[in-house]
């Protein structure tokens, strides 16, 4: 039996942004895109975080109301920094779950599940990004 691989669904060369990209830009991204999750690179194209929709909802909530009982397991400090976040670099989730391309699409599912991710992005053994894989790319092998 084959084993369906993440490189036989994954979005190859995704849409990516900086950490100097404002949260404006990453928000239109998502919308026109209509992905659920952006990555982060460096200037040599390492992997360094990912900002997902949920972030920004997550955001806006805390600005709006920094101190509901939902956040209480959140630091004063962490509320403060999302709540003011600017860039990707100020928002995204450092050290992302990565997987490999020659990673079958059962074992990403599960880690999707195991770590509530909605997306997880392809890299090499070095950190380069390959391509980025998400729920709905898991589906299309149903």
Do not use: F, N
């Amino acid at each position: 039996m084959h084993h369906r691989q993440v490189r036989d669904v994954m979005a190859a060369d995704p849409m990516t942004v900086t950490p100097a990209t404002p949260l404006k830009d990453v928000a239109d991204i998502l919308a026109s895109r209509k992905v659920s999750a952006v990555p982060v690179l460096s200037i040599d194209g390492t992997l360094l975080g990912v900002v997902a929709g949920t972030d920004l909802a997550a955001k806006e909530q805390l600005r709006q109301d920094p101190d509901a009982p939902h956040w209480a397991q959140m630091s004063y400090r962490t509320r403060r920094a999302v709540a003011t976040a600017e860039t990707a670099g100020d928002l995204m989730r450092t050290h992302p779950v990565t997987v490999r391309a020659d990673t079958t699409v059962a074992e990403a599912a599960r880690l999707m599940d195991r770590h509530q991710a909605s997306c997880l992005p392809v890299a090499d053994e070095r950190g380069k990004l390959l391509g980025i894989v998400g729920s709905r790319d898991l589906l299309r092998v149903l």
